[in-house]
């Protein structure tokens, strides 16, 4: 399969499983925007991505937000990429504290494609709660994510400089803009 072919599968598959959910907020975005717009901000930022980066960061969420399973990932796509998606997905038998909490604490211990991830789904998240995407969110419930994300992204340690202060370049302006 080629790289186009392999990166267009997830994406097929990504909008396929989250094909009747919507984003949080007032605009009904599509969920798959979401996984879309964490691939960019990785095609933005490195050079040369892997396949199994791109193709990982597409399917980031279906396992933890619809009934596809990591066999399924593996079946379709293979032991590395579902590897990746497994690194990144938070166990649903945690609560939400619980499983806030494991992603710092897993932070550090996390492949080098999963911490990218990772932090490109913070921005993305960022930029979609200090914009105009969830406006139900009260002034707190906004803080204390960005307080947690940071907690997060700093875990992680340090691995890519670029997008660790495009991060914390987008807290600052999210900080300053919330209401
Ligand atoms: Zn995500």
Known sequence: MSNLQL???ALNYAAEQHKAQR???????PYINHPIKVTTILTQFITQPSDELIAAALLHDVVEDTDATIDDIINLFGPTIAAIVQEVTDDKSLSKAESKQKQIDHAPHLSSPAKLIRIADKIANVRDICGENIPDWDYKTKIEYLNWAEEV????GTFHDELQFTFKDEVRWGRLSIK
């Open 7 to 9: 990166q267009f599968k």
């Open 23 to 29: 984003r949080k907020g007032n605009e009904s975005v």
């Open 153 to 156: 992204v700093r875990a992680l």
